[in-house]
């Protein structure tokens, strides 16, 4: 069992920056790949990045790559995502996720509560 809490979220201007933290808790938190999805209004969860569980091996969402960056430090059981010039179409919720490294979020077992992410243009 993990539990997963996001934070970082809030109101940035474009061209800003925003960093992410996703807390876990339970005994398996390095035995399992970490993502990042968002949701916005009237749209489905779409895939942001995802970084195995050794920290080795990242991927990330064509509209992302270049501007954000994925992370984690297994000892403190946190995984971050970095928001670099963040764009209006960034706006969403983000939600912080646990389970076998892919781009589909039917892969990952367990699921944080979410954290808006507003970009004002």
Known sequence: QV????????????????????SASGQAFNKYAMGWFRQAPGKEREFVAAINWSDSITYYADSVKGRFTISR?????????????????????????????????DLYRYWGQGTQVTVSS
Not at 3 to 22: H, I, K, P, T
Not at 82 to 95: C, G, H, P, S
């Open 3 to 22: 539990q997963l809490v996001e934070s970082g979220g809030g109101l940035v201007q474009a061209g800003g920056s925003l960093r992410l933290s996703c």
């Open 73 to 105: 430090d297994n000892a403190k059981k946190m995984v971050y995502l970095q928001m670099n010039r963040l764009k209006a179409e960034d706006t969403a919720v983000y939600y912080c996720a646990a389970g076998m490294y892919s781009g589909s979020p």
